[in-house]
């Protein structure tokens, strides 16, 4: 691997991506960050912007973690706070010389990075503009897992917070799904073929040490026994833990309480039957159950 | 990797078919030295008569003669009425043994209401099987023909390839028996291979002792079952290769099969006689052992559970041309394999081309002058054997196609 390519993780929130790119940021050419969100802003003012709107402080929190434990190798308060400071000296930078920042300090690693896209083609063109020779994971979750869970979240959120409104949210999950999805498609079909590759993520879990080895072998990385027993410990991220008061996540909060890899078949589901989240029972719609057949699930 | 190179294709003409329409050469055999090719004709006409012919070629003397002709109905007054992909005409050419171990000539000729099984065993004389009883409504076990460890296993045609028929009855289904004439068939399988999104057996072919069963799934991808057919029927098989390879409803099914250098070589696409769905992809080529490792040839690389899949030929679907969505044919013969390659969207077939391989990795396109014959329009019959190839495919030709020449092309 040359030293501008990273492995970004492509998929909509709740798909595993948390485990698996902890889990596959642990392999000792790589290193796997929290959610940083530099993909879908061009500079770091944009980035600062990014938490100034209701509910998104967490947004930050991953990169300052990043930051504090690079030239800190903590992530203590007085760590994150000198953090936010240097960041905030730099804030006209781009998020290109950032990445590449990232990307020298932890070399001869390579960064994994799995900060959502927001479902939005100009991210994903954003990311292959900044390193254009990365890999794209593309990784897949039942619709119906992917639904349950993203409801589970979304609406004890909502309960507290008043919004959005439980139908909104229910009607907005397929839909997620599926643009989600088919953006990645759309990007990931322009790229050159072995540039991008795709992995449902109930796969990985039910046996992770082989696809984690397949994923060292594309990546052109070890695949020796060490390396590969390496990535089955995502615990061991200086990342997989509750951060300090100023930075307490930047990841999903269930895998920083619990980070180890819980390996085994997610119990099955089905693409038939009515939507458990849908008021008036409904089932997926035609173009949910194409697209989902097309990735694999039934 | 993929090299290129100009060959001559003979043309060998089919005077037969020099009228204005639609010709579809179906298939081809090799039968007591002479060449047999079934074609059926669409006049452009719509008040003329479709036919289905046999034709017979004396290789020595380079004559052609219709040994057998047929009225067929035409898909196009059908479809005014209902949706009917099936394409009348012949379905398979196969050299069976009839009557205990006489060598005969079967053909499967298909119509909406009488699929026929006609049979010579000198190639001059024919006879038609009576109409069985198989407990499926309107459908009779004259489809594909595969003769396998004394038994003839059969496709019924209405499972095959006629759309309506396969939703009504349901599922992929086999039969056989150990004489066509006594009309005693019998079921060879489980409906479906006990999976109701199976619904049809695109192709038969035995390799290493087992028969297998490539199966179309539009919901999940194509199937692979093999069987030893031991003891009675219905037979205990064994699932070689599933989820089209983990491409899923990207490979809906395989249109085409043969064996080479001890692998069997699986090409995917929906055959011409079958709708196409929305999603259409580059085709591939997949090759798979007896001890049921595959390997991807051509075509996306992937994760699999047998390891990572990256195409031995570093091709990616459709020979790098995602437009070229089926692998019509596979024909080998003692050193090489060729592979008919056809561009097929919803609306149109827009070109076709012949590749040929060695060693089943490193792929040759074939190009010649006669492909560019604006009158060619699709390919789909290949017939190796170890001094040549044949090819042939659809011709279409207008009332004002100056000296239309159809025929069938050779390289040597």
Known sequence: MNTDQPLFILCPGRSFSSVVCMAIGQHPQLYGLPEIYLGIVDTLNEWFALAKKPGRKHMHQGLLRVIAQLHHSAQTEEAVLEARAWLQQRCEWSTTKLYHYLADRIAPRQLVDKSPTMGKQQNLERLHAVFPNAYFLHLTRHPRSTGNSFFRVKSAKAALKGYPDPDRLAAMIEKHWVQIHQQILQFTDHLPEGQAMRLQGEDLLETPDRYFRQIAEWLNLRTDSAAIGAMMHPEHSPYAHIGPSNAPHGNNRGFLEQPELKVGRPSFVSLTGPMEWSREGQDFAPATLRLARQLGYQ | ?412
């Not at chain 2, 003329?48 to 040994?67: C, K, M, Q």
């Not at chain 2, 595959?294 to 679907?317: C, D, H, T, Y």
């Not at chain 2, 056809?342 to 040759?364: A, P």
């Open chain 2, 1 to 412: 990797m993929t090299f290129s190179s100009n060959i001559h294709f003979r043309a060998i003409p089919l005077g037969f078919l020099a009228t204005p329409g639609e010709h579809r050469i179906q298939n081809a055999v090799f039968f007591k030295k002479r060449l047999y090719v079934g074609v059926i004709s669409h006049p452009v006409d719509a008040t003329t008569t479709s036919i289905a012919r046999l034709l017979r070629y004396y290789p020595g003397a380079e004559r052609w003669e219709a040994v057998y002709e047929a009225v067929v109905e035409k898909s196009s007054v059908l479809s005014a009425t209902r949706p009917f992909p099936l394409e009348l005409g012949w379905r398979a050419l196969s050299i069976m043994p009839i009557d205990g171990g006489t060598e005969a000539l079967c053909a499967t000729l298909l119509s909406l209401r009488n699929a026929q099984l006609i049979y010579s065993t000198d190639g001059e004389h024919f006879e038609a099987l009576p109409a069985v009883d198989v407990k499926q409504p309107r459908a009779a076990p004259f489809g594909l023909l595969h003769p396998f460890q004394s038994w003839l296993f059969a496709t019924p045609v209405g499972a095959m390839s006629d759309g309506l028929y396969m939703r009504e009855n349901g599922h992929a289904s086999l039969y056989v028996t150990r004489n066509p004439r006594t009309g005693d068939w019998q079921p060879a399988n489980a409906p479906g291979f006990g999976n109701p999104g199976n619904e049809v057996v695109h192709g038969l072919i035995d390799f290493h002792g087992w028969l297998y069963a490539a199966v179309g799934n539009p919901f999940a991808g194509f199937q692979l079952w093999r069987t030893q057919a031991v003891g009675p029927p219905p037979f205990t098989w064994e699932l070689a290769l599933d989820t089209g390879a983990r491409r899923y409803t990207l490979n809906p099914s395989v249109a085409s099969m043969a064996i080479f250098q001890d692998a069997l070589y699986l090409g995917t696409g929906v055959p011409e006689t079958e709708l196409l769905s929305d999603e259409v992809a580059g085709a591939e080529i997949i090759r798979i052992f007896p001890d049921n490792r595959w390997e991807l040839v051509m075509g996306k690389p992937r994760f699999s559970p047998i390891g990572l899949q990256v195409p031995l030929s570093a091709n990616s679907p459709g020979f790098d041309d995602s437009q070229n969505t089926l692998v019509a044919a596979l024909a080998s013969s003692n050193d090489v394999l060729y592979a008919a390659v056809v561009q097929r969207s919803q609306r149109e077939i827009t070109g076709f081309q012949i590749r040929q391989t060695v060693d089943g990795e490193n792929w040759q396109q074939l190009h010649s002058p006669a492909f560019l014959n604006p009158c060619a329009y699709s390919l789909r019959v290949l017939l190796a054997m170890p001094n040549f190839l044949l090819a042939g495919g659809v011709w279409k030709f207008e009332a004002t196609t100056p000296d239309p020449e159809p025929s069938l092309w050779c390289f040597s």
